[in-house]
């Protein structure tokens, strides 16, 4: 049983009994009487003496032998539940997979197991023991004793590592020499056009391999996972890493684990569950695409992968590397406060490297075609696109929203149409089809506009589905292909079709896109969200990153090239953007520039919650507002300087609601992605 209660959030020490004094060492797996109730915990160390002057109860069991939770571990889930105002045992839950009876028993490798040594008489136990960490692991194999991991680089520890595309950046030869000297070098990579940025990342763990240490790399999602996987095994070999998913099960993922905890392998990559794996003499932390919100975990005390990686760094003096096509707000904080340092190509290079691009809404392309400001697919789209395909070169287009009208609205009067049912949006799954809710799936054959009464329905939004159905009547002779939530392609051939896909489902084409088109840019630049912008130039360039060079390459954006996204598009300066992002939400205290955390809950329980925590001074209350199923969000903002202030008084607050079993949840959280 867990026992995840913020006033239950401390260690309690038990005796060790003489029989299990060789088996309770840190880092196990034990059952201990808590409340009455035999519960789930792990020992966090041992001591001669407990200094507690009660009476101290005894450890029932002591559930495997195996110390699964490292000391360094340990001290870093601690970190992020201070950090996110939560509790250690839902950290540890999310640390260490759930245990496998049958793996545990397989035959070792000829690795040291690198176990603590027991203590003597007492030991420190934290209740709350694991469950399902929601990722799985395939291990890649083993590290013969003494084995650096690179082929070759045992017979010649330390020799450099060739930079080969790290060649392109003034500082990256630099990054890969202090890579292999052990140094802990911090940087924020602005990956060029085109780049095979897998490549880059294998170059700089194979650096720190060379140099005896270990490294761990998170990336977003399974296609990214994929791509690392191959360019690793490419550059170690075989053999030399494990690689942590959602694609498998329990014994594979605990299997790959233990490869790692027990040194057999130096390399961990993985989706964010991997953001804690044990890896020894860790000496580079890594991570893609840091604006995805597929690095922040959905599950208590929500932690964001790269923040839990960057106090992992600090903590453990490792390297870390946050690379991407574009740059978030918070990794320019990193660069403005000195922490870490900028690795960039120099103008030239960016110049011979991006696409031509170009935007549909600036005055010269309007007093061309007026109808640009409307057309869904202005001439200036059209063009490119054909051209390219005769060509014989792939075009590939960019739909914000899945499925075929997933927002139709009343012909006749504009009205959006919504359920008579859950007042949720009404969707059309194809053009013959019926109109949907997309809230509660309740069918509306009959629907009838509640304002004029008409029963004729338009497209108010159009996905993805539709979009390929309208360029395939275009383009009566090109294969169209669609990439998204039902198939996700992972590449297509370098000829000529059509490839319509969704933000983070476009594929690679072999040689790069002859045209990459971005449709509907409304739909991200008008969300009611304060990462919009940043949103919206993320899922822009790695569009246009899979397009040739100019001239063979075009993009084109359906947008007004004044907007700052779109100028930064143009100009291929994430840098120029993420500044000025910054820059704003300094100016209007917004994360990062100061630290906000988010209560939700009944507004009683908000309310008793905020009347319980005893705020730093200089504290900001908004709020409140209003949250899904009737609840409210009161919002709280300090200095960066006062963040452990404000989530050491939540995570109490909470400690006194739970003591006192107040019925109505509150979930915190600290810089939620969402603050609206």
């Known amino acids: 049983m867990d026992v995840p209660l913020a006033h239950l959030d401390r260690p309690f ?61 340990a001290r870093l889930a601690r970190a992020v539940a201070d950090r996110y105002a939560g509790n250690l045992a839902d950290v540890l839950r999310l640390a260490v997979p759930p245990r496998h009876a049958r793996v545990e028993k397989e035959p070792a490798a000829d690795q040291p197991n690198h176990a603590p040594e027991p203590g003597d008489a007492a030991a420190t136990a934290v209740p709350g023991g694991p469950a399902d960490s929601g990722d799985a692991a395939v291990p890649g194999g083993s590290v013969a004793p003494g084995d650096s991991g690179v082929p070759g680089a045992s017979a010649a520890p330390g020799e450099p590592v060739d930079p080969r595309g790290w060649r392109d950046y003034p500082a990256g030869p630099a990054l890969l020499r202090a890579l292999t000297d052990g140094r802990p070098a911090r940087a924020v990579w602005s990956a060029l056009p085109g780049e095979d940025w897998a490549a880059r990342y294998a170059d700089a763990v194979a650096a720190t391999v060379v140099g005896g240490r270990g490294a761990v790399v998170v990336v977003p999602d399974s296609r990214d996972l994929d791509r690392l996987d191959a360019a690793l095994t490419d550059v170690l070999g075989p053999g030399r890493h494990v690689t942590l998913s959602a694609a498998l099960g329990p014994a594979r993922r605990y299997r790959a684990f233990l490869a790692a905890r027990r040194g057999q392998v130096p390399v961990v990559i993985g989706t964010r569950a991997a953001m804690f794996a044990p890896v020894h003499r ?170 004029c009464g008409g029963r004729r329905l338009r497209a108010a939004v159009t996905g993805a589905r539709r979009t390929a159905e309208e360029l395939g009547r275009a383009f009566p002779d090109v294969p169209v292909r669609t990439s998204g939530r039902e198939e996700v392609l992972t590449d297509v051939p370098g000829t000529a079709a059509l490839v319509v896909a969704t933000p983070g489902a476009e594929p690679v084409a072999a040689g790069g896109y002859g045209a990459v088109l971005l449709l509907d840019s409304w739909a991200l630049l008008t969300r009611a969200d304060l990462r919009a912008g940043e949103e919206a130039l993320r899922r822009w360039l790695a569009a246009a990153a899979l397009a040739r060079p100019a001239p063979a390459g075009r993009v084109v954006v359906v947008a007004d090239g004044a907007l700052a996204p779109v100028q930064a598009l143009l100009r291929w300066d994430a840098a120029w953007f993420a500044g000025r992002e910054l820059a704003e939400r300094r100016e209007l205290g917004f994360p990062p520039a100061v630290r906000m955390a988010s209560v939700t809950g009944p507004a009683e329980a908000v309310a008793d919650l905020l009347a319980a925590a005893q705020l730093p001074a200089d504290a900001e209350v ?48 600290v810089d939620p992605l969402s603050l609206f």
């Open 622 to 669: 908004l709020g409140p507002v209003p949250a899904d199923e009737g609840r409210e969000r009161m919002l709280l903002r300090v200095p960066r300087a006062r963040a452990a202030a404000l989530a050491e008084a939540l995570h109490s607050a909470a400690g006194l609601r739970a003591a006192r079993k107040a019925a109505d949840p509150v979930r915190l959280q």
């Open 282 to 451: 860790l000496g580079l932390v890594a991570v893609w695409d840091d604006g995805d919100d597929l690095h922040s975990e959905p599950r208590a005390p929500y932690p964001h992968a790269r923040d839990v990686l960057l106090t992992r760094a600090q903590l453990t003096e490792a390297a870390a590397l946050v690379g991407g096509y574009a740059r978030t707000a918070e990794a320019q904080l990193l660069l403005e406060t000195g922490w870490a340092r900028e690795v960039v190509a120099d103008r030239a290079t960016v110049r011979a490297r991006i696409p031509a691009i170009a935007p549909t809404g600036d005055d010269p392309q309007l007093a061309r075609d007026p109808g640009a400001a409307t057309a869904r697919l202005p001439s200036l789209a059209w063009t490119a696109a054909r051209d390219a395909l005769r060509a014989g070169l792939p075009v590939l287009v960019q739909v914000p929203r899945r499925g075929y009208l997933p927002s139709v609205s009343c012909a006749d009067c504009r009205t959006p149409a919504r359920c008579a049912h859950c007042a949720g949006p009404l969707a059309l799954p194809s053009a013959g089809g019926t109109p949907v809710c997309r809230w509660c799936a309740r069918v509306a054959a009959a629907y009838a506009c509640p304002e």
């Open 13 to 73: 020490d038990y005796l060790v009994p003489a029989e299990l004094d060789d088996q309770a060492v840190p880092g196990t797996r034990v059952k201990v009487r808590f409340a009455g109730q035999l519960v789930d915990g792990w020992l966090l160390s041992r001591a001669d003496d407990s200094g507690h002057t009660g009476r101290l109860a005894y450890l029932e069991k002591v559930v495997s032998p195996e110390p699964v939770l490292t000391p360094e571990v």
